[in-house]
């Protein structure tokens, strides 16, 4: 039978600065199937780096190493883990369980990395032959020294390795505790599996079949007491590298992130604050956003969608060409296509009644369209709402009515009974003889006081001026309502006696339009927010990538133990990895709740019913997905790279 190891001519220096330490000088050395060997000799004679070597934690820099009667020097990363993982236990001096954690938990963790699944029962049952059937459920710090010893031997027995490497393992022991490790690894020997110790103490080393004596890098003598024992066949075939990610280990990785982030409750909460507040922002507004659009589609009716709208057209540099009834009769005149022309006059002004003062817009129109509207949705039905409109006869005579609408009434009027009232716009006294529910457009913006009057009252008594705020045409039917645009247009050109190459002077705007321009101005509000937003969420990523970095560093010693106990890098890359996806994902469905707080907080103000839709959700937690894999890439990076026996050693 092949030797288990078998090293030629094996060299290692280590290089500090310009100063270099030859660790191993050309060493050989083989080790058959079921021998329980010790590596003695006095500190810095190269021990540990030799069982490094031979536990595929490090490589030499000359010489071969056959293992199990193939040649290892070309392996790969993948396959040097997938090796540590099913073939070599390792146990350290200063035990390397994982903290808080149970004796059974521990045990199982080197299954993680065989992508097999754990096995309980094969963890009970290593725990049983190192003696602790009694302690499965204690945790790492409620346990002895001797005890922990004993579960990290379980621990390295629980894939069925071909050897056990142990660096040092009765070094931190008293004397008691000392025998009984001990113990368990000669009857371990006994049962056929080959053992490898390193050790400074003559007394562990008598106990051993054979002693390998060190100094100075070179093998000075080797003892062999007892010929080995009966082993096991070794395997004849090395494993081979493990593709992908098996479910066990997924989500073995996705508690190992929660159990992390949960252990540092302050520092993570402070983390996500900026994934918290950047997501929160894009929430609300989407939110918001969405109920306004969907509130504005709602109150859209048929009737809108034939409305075209002229107003004064503002441009740099000149004062806008104002409307004037002239253009309401143009039109009338020269566009065959509007079934309505409306002159619209619309002011704010201070409404008072009492003692009381209440800036109020005041609209009035000729044509008699707000009235036909507020009739038309039945404003005056709804209950609690009363009164009526004024007649085109009242319009003629300039008579002093108003209709005014809820908001105004409530102000104005205590009781809100409102009609039959007196109130006084610019120093007139008005007659209330109607009160209208709020039109949906003017709640949006949280109910303003409004106020309607005759036009004629308007122009002549109240404004003085029959300058026109807008112009309101309806056409025969939305289908028409561009054309109608262009006749409109045309007819305003003509009468103003514009050159053809001049520009347009009035602002032409069917409802569509409009609507499509209120959507891009929506749109502009947005990106400021979205950058806004985009700010804390950079910083946000910044933060995670900072903590991660921290946790990185704080974890070494567990990256090089898992490394050590089979972790592929790319296992340690997808553990920080899910860690900062995990953080982000909190962080993201905190900022969710925040955002609909904040939406429901200014739904108080705006009127409009915040929607929550599915693509928000996945929008935040997609969003946070992205933040936490780029930024948590280079630390998890870092983590992947890191070199095992470094990583162990790290203080
Ligand atoms: P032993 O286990 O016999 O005490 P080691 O194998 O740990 O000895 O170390 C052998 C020599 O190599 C020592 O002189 C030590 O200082 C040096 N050495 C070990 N590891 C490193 C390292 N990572 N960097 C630099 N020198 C090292």
């Known amino acids: 039978?092949?030797?288990?190891?078998?090293?030629?001519?094996?060299?290692?220096?280590?290089?500090?600065?310009?100063?270099?330490?030859?660790?191993?000088?050309?060493?050989?050395?083989?080790?058959?199937?079921?021998?329980f060997v010790s590596l003695v000799g006095p500190s810095g004679s190269g021990k540990s780096t030799l069982l490094h070597i031979m536990g595929f934690l490090d490589r030499p820099d000359s010489g071969e190493y056959c293992f199990a009667g193939h040649p290892t020097a070309s392996l790969g990363?993948?396959?040097?883990?997938?090796?540590?993982?099913?073939?070599?236990?390792?146990?350290?001096?200063?035990?390397?369980?994982?903290?808080?954690?149970?004796?059974?938990?521990?045990?199982?963790?080197?299954m993680v990395y065989t992508g097999l699944g754990a096995d309980s029962q094969k963890a009970l049952e290593c725990l049983r032959i190192v003696g602790l059937s009694d302690r499965v459920k204690h945790k790492s710090n409620e346990l002895s020294g001797g005890q922990c010893q004993r579960v990290a031997i379980?621990?390295?027995?629980?894939?069925?390795?071909?050897?056990?490497?142990?660096?040092?393992?009765?070094?931190?022991?008293?004397?008691?505790?000392?025998?009984?490790?001990?113990?368990?690894?000669?009857?371990?020997?006994?049962?056929?599996l080959t053992v490898v110790i390193v050790t400074h103490d003559d007394e562990i080393s008598a106990m051993t079949d054979r002693v390998v004596r060190l100094k100075d890098g070179v093998i000075v003598s080797d003892e062999r007491r007892r010929s080995p024992r009966p082993a096991a066949a070794a395997a004849s075939a090395l494993?081979?590298?493990?593709?992908?990610?098996?479910?066990?280990e997924f989500?073995?990785?996705?508690?190992?992130?929660?159990?992390?982030?949960?252990?540092?409750?302050?520092?993570?909460?402070?983390t996500v604050l900026g994934i918290l507040i950047g997501v929160g922002a894009i929430i609300s507004l989407m939110t918001i956003s969405e109920g306004f659009m969907k509130n504005m589609l709602m109150n859209t009716s048929a009737d809108d969608a034939k409305k075209v709208y002229v107003t004064p057209r503002y441009s740099r540099g000149r004062n806008p060409r104002q409307l004037a009834m002239s253009d309401v009769e143009a039109i009338r005149a020269g566009v065959p296509l509007a079934e309505n022309v409306s002159p619209m006059l619309s002011r704010?002004?201070?409404?008072?009644?009492?003692?009381?003062?209440?800036?109020?817009?005041?609209?009035?129109?000729?044509?008699?369209e707000t009235g036909r509207q507020l009739a038309d949705r039945k404003f005056f039905k709804n209950s609690g709402v009363q009164g009526r409109f004024?007649?085109?006869?009242?319009?003629?005579?300039?008579?002093?009515?108003?209709?005014?609408?809820?908001?105004?009434?409530?102000?104005?009027?205590?009781?809100?009974?409102?009609?039959?009232?007196?109130?006084?716009?610019?120093?007139?006294?008005?007659?209330?003889?109607?009160?209208?529910?709020d039109i949906k457009a003017e709640s949006l913006f949280g109910g303003r006081p409004t106020a309607y009057i005759p036009f004629n009252t308007a122009a002549k008594r109240v404004f003085g001026t029959t300058r026109l705020t807008y112009i309101e045409v309806a056409a025969r039917s939305p289908e028409e309502a561009p054309e109608t645009r262009t006749q409109i247009l045309t007819a305003l050109r003509a009468a103003h006696g514009l050159r053809e190459d001049a520009d347009?002077?009035?602002?032409?705007?069917?409802?569509?339009?409009?609507?499509?321009?209120?959507?891009?101005?929506?749109?502009?509000?947005?990106?400021?927010?979205?950058?806004?937003?985009?700010?804390?969420?950079?910083?946000?990523?910044?933060?995670?990538?900072?903590?991660?970095?921290?946790?990185?560093?704080?974890?070494?010693?567990?990256?090089?133990l898992r490394k050590a106990l089979g972790a592929r890098n790319t296992d340690i890359l997808s553990q920080f990895l899910i860690e900062a996806v995990a953080l982000c994902v909190v962080g993201g469905g905190l900022g969710i709740g925040l955002g609909l707080t904040l939406g429901w907080a200014a739904s108080v103000f705006i009127k409009v019913q915040p929607e929550l839709t599915f693509r928000t959700i996945a929008f935040a937690f997609g969003f946070s997905t992205v933040i936490g894999v780029a930024f948590g890439f280079w630390p998890a990076l870092r983590a992947a790279m890191l070199d095992p026996i470094e990583a162990l050693r790290y203080e």
């Not at 200063?94 to 199982?108: C, E, I, M, P, W």
């Not at 390795?161 to 505790?177: F, H, K, R, Y």
């Not at 008072?352 to 129109?365: L, Q, W």
């Open 1 to 35: 039978m092949a030797p288990l190891i078998e090293i030629k001519e094996v060299s290692k220096t280590y290089s500090i600065g310009a100063f270099r330490v030859e660790a191993l000088k050309r060493v050989s050395i083989s080790v058959e199937p079921g021998e």
């Open 77 to 110: 990363e993948g396959r040097l883990a997938a090796i540590r993982s099913r073939m070599v236990g390792f146990i350290f001096q200063s035990f390397h369980l994982l903290k808080r954690t149970t004796a059974r938990d521990n045990v199982l963790l080197p």
């Open 154 to 192: 379980a621990r390295s027995l629980v894939n069925d390795p071909l050897v056990i490497m142990a660096d040092e393992p009765t070094g931190n022991l008293d004397a008691v505790s000392r025998a009984e490790v001990m113990q368990v690894l000669k009857d371990l020997n006994a049962r056929g």
């Open 239 to 248: 494993p081979q590298a493990r593709l992908g990610f098996s479910p066990s």
């Open 251 to 270: 989500w073995e990785q996705l508690k190992v992130a929660f159990k992390s982030i949960w252990s540092h409750k302050m520092r993570s909460a402070l």
């Open 348 to 368: 704010t002004l201070t409404v008072s009644a009492g003692d009381k003062h209440v800036s109020t817009t005041i609209n009035s129109d000729e044509g008699y």
């Open 390 to 437: 004024f007649t085109p006869a009242e319009n003629l005579s300039r008579a002093r009515l108003a209709v005014i609408n809820q908001t105004l009434a409530k102000r104005l009027f205590e009781d809100g009974d409102a009609v039959g009232g007196e109130l006084r716009i610019n120093g007139i006294a008005f007659t209330v003889v109607g009160v209208a529910e």
């Open 504 to 560: 347009d002077d009035v602002e032409v705007n069917t409802f569509e339009a409009s609507i499509n321009m209120f959507k891009s101005m929506m749109g502009k509000v947005s990106m400021v927010v979205y950058s806004i937003a985009g700010i804390s969420l950079l910083v946000g990523g910044i933060g995670i990538m900072n903590i991660m970095l921290v946790s990185v560093t704080e974890r070494t010693r567990e990256i090089g």
